[in-house]
């Protein structure tokens, strides 16, 4: 079983400050995507990487794939009340008889104060 | 608007109860997943299946079973239901293929409490 390790677990932070969200695994991903759930709302795709270096950027989310495949950085810039919420990782095996499962990290629960 | 609907957002059933969790998606994809949420242990996979019919033992498959008749339907079954199956519940659905996901789109979630 492939494992992901994400950490920080809790995040508190004040309105305007930057934060680094970091999931690592032992094990080598063919993509790794993050996700962000609001309470009581099911996960909500935020992106996807899929090549070692990889650097996407969404406004003010900053997301990186690692060289080796094997972990991945959310970095916020100026985080607002609105970035508040359980932030998640997960990683897609090889292809072949994968169908598509992931595995998710444990999460980061992120409180942003005004 | 593209969407995984789940039946029940709030569930309370009785030890021993037999229990069905229904989902269902407009999409078209073949791959549907059931998964757990429980706190500090993140999401973890019950069952999935890639078409129908056809279903695959996830991580944590014990005391639960799943039916797959329709594409767009995807059904978890407590057999009999204990109060260490009290989760949120969520069930998810993707496009098929091995090629790099395009991700999950998830229902709401069903908050089940076993008493």
């Known amino acids: 079983t492939q494992l992901l390790e994400q950490s920080p677990q809790f995040l508190s932070i004040q309105e305007g400050e930057n934060l680094t969200v970091y999931c690592n695994s032992s094990?080598?991903?063919?993509?790794l995507q993050w996700y962000r759930q609001e309470p009581g709302e099911g996960p909500v795709l935020l992106v996807t990487?899929?090549?070692?270096?990889e650097v996407k950027k969404l406004k003010r989310l900053t997301f990186q794939f690692g060289d080796a495949r094997k972990d991945s950085s959310l970095h916020i810039t100026a985080a607002q009340p609105g970035d508040t919420g359980l932030y998640l990782c997960?990683?897609?095996?090889?292809?072949?008889?994968?169908?598509?499962?992931?595995?998710f990290g444990q999460g980061t629960i992120l409180t942003v104060h005004p | 608007d593209v969407k995984v609907t789940q039946s029940s957002r709030y569930l309370v059933k009785r030890t021993g109860e037999k229990v069905f969790l229904e989902c269902v998606q407009d999409?078209?994809?073949?791959?549907m997943f059931w998964y757990r949420q429980d706190p500090g242990l993140g999401l973890r996979l019950i069952y999935f299946?890639?078409?129908?019919?056809?279903?695959e033992k996830g991580d944590i498959p014990e005391g639960y079973s799943v039916s797959r008749e329709k594409k767009e339907r995807f059904s978890l079954i407590l057999e009999s239901a204990s109060t260490n199956q009290t989760s949120m519940y969520l069930c998810?659905?993707?496009?098929?293929?091995?090629?790099?996901?395009?991700?999950?789109?998830f229902g709401s979630g069903t908050r089940l409490t076993v008493v």
């Open positions: 999409m078209d994809h073949e791959n």
């Open positions: 998810a659905s993707s496009p098929g293929g091995a090629r790099p996901y395009y991700g999950y789109t």
């Open positions: 094990s080598v991903f063919s993509s």
């Open positions: 299946s890639y078409d129908v019919k056809m279903k």
């Open positions: 997960a990683g897609g095996g090889a292809g072949g008889t994968s169908y598509g499962k992931l595995t």
């Open positions: 990487v899929v090549t070692g270096g």
